[in-house]
């Protein structure tokens, strides 16, 4: 006969909601786990999927991911006569906030290096990839945006061609894949009043120039759009992805680019180390410290209830050792109980958010590693919560049971 399950079918009604209660306590701990583990994939995402060896960026900066960077597009001829390059492409990368039905749409935008770089790497769940060089788009399902679908981005209208899943931007929003040009069309958009200050502006300061004085019809230039101006850059990139050829050696050619005035250049891992250092770095400590605070909460909470059921059982523990049982069936009888309220605990909280966490907003995370961890320090809390049980069951006196 096992007491312990006789216990608990005994006070069946309490003893699942006590069961049901942790459960919940231990699902917000796995959801807390799994957030962190989504906040990591979801910063690291591009870097592990765009498949470069080299990221060239801004000088005396931690871009494209972690800090703005600014870069010429030149930088992508003189990076591909490096030896042992063999391939560059241009990097564009932007957040913009637009509104659709009513409600904010946040768009992680990213400019893919038309036509080398067509989508072909993106995990396409319907359409296709990118066919011309302007006004197509991939779309993140997250956005809500299917195939077919038509957005105005700035002045001009993108049609969605191809969606894909669990393309998320570290910020947590959903990512669309356009062409750089495309791309950098919709970052430097302005509205047209601001274009006509500007050229009213630019207007003010060539009637102030000596040349413009001896020939007025240079004046003309100041009414053209400024992409026009032969004196006017491109706009730059956020970055310049580079992948090397198998023989190359990353360490020398990233020396021989790092050593150029205007840029830096990174590796992949030294990328990633950037960004969970930077961006991310406030978000997994505070997501860490409140799953070490809900874990402790949770064994204070299991170490209470096993308390309390030990006290409705004082009677009956008394009893037992009034007629002789021995320690070892009393301790046996608190540590079963504890060991079936964490195993049942960690089932609930396991299919309840099998269910519950992909709602959330966030990519939410639960990798076996992390279960089987939980699992652990389940196993942990029952055993020292069962111990403020079984040291109260220990002081019991026999003769409690004739009282």
Do not use: C
């Amino acid at each position: 006969m096992n007491l312990a399950l006789k216990d608990i079918r005994y006070s069946f009604g309490r003893f699942a909601l006590t069961t049901l209660g942790v459960g919940m306590l231990l699902m917000v701990v796995m959801g807390m786990g799994g957030i962190y583990r989504g906040v990591i994939e979801d910063a690291t995402l591009l870097i592990d999927r765009v498949d470069a060896d080299l990221w060239i960026v801004q000088r005396d900066t931690r871009g494209p991911f972690a800090e703005v960077s600014r870069v010429p597009p030149s930088l992508v001829h003189r990076a591909t006569a490096v030896p042992g390059v063999a391939s560059a492409r241009e990097f564009v990368y932007h957040t913009i906030q637009r509104e659709r039905n009513g409600k904010p749409l946040r768009i992680a935008v990213m400019g893919l290096s038309w036509p080398t770089d067509k989508g072909e790497w993106i995990a396409l769940t319907g359409g296709r990839v990118l066919r011309q060089n302007h006004f197509e788009m991939i779309a993140n399902e997250s956005l809500g945006l299917p195939v077919g679908h038509r957005i105005q981005l700035g002045q001009e209208t993108y049609t969605v061609v191809g969606t894909t899943n669990n393309m998320i931007g570290s910020s947590g929003d959903g990512m669309a894949f356009v062409t750089v040009r495309d791309a950098q069309a919709i970052q430097f958009d302005v509205p047209g009043e601001a274009v006509r200050l500007e050229r009213a502006a630019r207007e003010a300061r060539g009637r102030r120039f000596d040349l413009v004085a001896q020939q007025p019809m240079l004046l003309a230039n100041a009414q053209r759009p400024g992409s026009e101006l032969p004196a006017v850059a491109r706009p730059g990139l956020s970055a310049v992805m580079v992948s090397l050829k198998p023989d190359a050696d990353a360490d020398v050619v990233a020396d021989i680019i790092g050593g150029w005035g205007d840029v830096s250049v990174y590796t992949s891992d030294g990328q990633r180390e950037l960004l969970l250092k930077g961006t991310v770095e406030k978000i997994k400590r505070q997501i860490g410290l409140f799953r070490v605070l809900l874990t402790v909460i949770a064994a204070i909470i299991m170490a209470l209830i096993l308390y309390t059921m030990t006290l409705d059982k004082i009677h009956s523990i008394a009893l037992l050792k009034l007629i002789g049982a021995p320690n070892t069936v009393i301790l046996g009888l608190i540590l079963q109980q504890a060991l079936l309220l964490g195993a049942f605990g960690f089932a609930i909280a396991y299919l309840v958010g099998q269910k519950v966490f992909p709602m959330f907003p966030r990519r939410v995370l639960v990798t076996q590693p992390d279960l089987i961890q939980l699992a652990a320090i389940v196993l942990g809390i029952s055993i020292l919560s069962s111990v403020l049980g079984i040291w109260k069951a220990l002081r019991i006196s026999p003769n409690e049971a004739l009282s």
